[in-house]
């Protein structure tokens, strides 16, 4: 069986590195190229003709719609998973109308990519749909931002993995400081103690930042007089069941 050959375009070195990593565990998928910018990204999509290109939407060079517009002028049959820390509902739907096959929130759980990519090559049928990977992680990103967390912020990535964690399984919540702070620390190369004074200092963020009580009161718990912030493991368990009722 020939190997599904896949180009990514992403500046974000490391993060391009894990996730090559990642798929080229997979026997049946070859990591063809990996490229920083959309000029080279694009020059890597004629010389090879992947299967699957996973790319950034902000590129220099070329833009990441520009590179879809290409893809579709060209009658390629490439099937398009498009990562991108910007989420608004106008550019995915824009993405959608030009033709791309999955969209992605950043900062992303590369077994997210790894699963889309097994789907699209018919591995994983029973992984669950797109919507769902969608739904929760754009809800979690405009959460945090409208909390005022910002996705440049070190403890970001570590408290969106926290919330998705918790949504995916509640039973994390009774233990976190033993199992939910080791396995983000796992998944990011820290440690359980820096994993938990980021996740406060994003929270400590959030409180300085904003003062409007009904926001906090919408996503957060509501605090104890002279309490000036929730704990690590009460936003991240709100958080949660919020994400799940909006899910729902």
Same mark, same amino acid.
Request: include cysteine; glycine fraction near 4%.
């Given at each position: ?5 896949? @180009?990514? $375009? ?22 063809? #190229? ?23 939407? +902000? +590129? ?5 719609? /520009? ?29 959608? *109308? ?5 969209? @992605?929130?950043?900062? %992303?759980?590369?077994?997210?990519? !790894? ?17 769902? $990977?969608?739904?929760?992680? =754009?809800?979690?990103?405009?959460? +945090? ?6 996705? #440049? ?5 570590? !408290?969106?993995?926290? $919330? ?23 998944? %990011?190369? =820290? ?20 003062? *409007? /009580? ?18 690590? /493991? ?12 909006? %899910?729902?």
């Amino acid at each position: 069986m020939s190997k599904t050959k896949i @180009v990514v $375009i992403d500046n974000d070195k490391k993060a391009v590195w894990e996730l090559s990593k990642s798929l080229e565990c997979e026997e049946n998928i070859e990591v063809v #190229s990996v490229e920083e910018n959309g000029i080279d990204g694009l020059e890597a999509i004629n010389k090879y003709n992947p299967d699957i290109v996973i790319m950034e939407l +902000l +590129l220099t060079g070329i833009d990441g719609f /520009s590179i879809i517009d290409y893809i579709k002028e060209c009658k390629y049959d490439i099937k398009i998973i498009l990562t991108s820390v910007i989420n608004q509902q106008n550019i995915v739907r824009e993405a959608f *109308d030009k033709g791309i096959d999955y969209f @992605v929130v950043k900062p %992303y759980d590369v077994n997210t990519i !790894v699963n889309r990519v097994k789907r699209i090559i018919g591995e994983n049928k029973n992984s669950e749909t797109f919507s769902a $990977i969608y739904s929760v992680d =754009s809800i979690i990103a405009n959460s +945090l931002i409208q909390l005022g967390i910002p996705a #440049s912020l070190k403890g970001y990535r570590y !408290v969106a993995t926290g $919330i998705k964690r918790a949504t995916e399984d509640q039973g994390v919540l009774e233990g976190v400081t033993k199992i939910l702070y080791p396995d983000i620390a796992k998944e %990011y190369d =820290s440690t359980p103690q820096r994993v938990e004074k980021a996740i406060r200092h994003a929270i400590e963020v959030a409180w300085n930042k904003n003062s *409007d /009580s009904d926001l906090k009161n919408k996503f957060c718990v509501n605090l104890d007089k002279g309490r000036k912030r929730p704990t690590n /493991s009460e936003f991240i368990a709100t958080m949660s069941q919020y994400i799940i009722n909006s %899910y729902r």
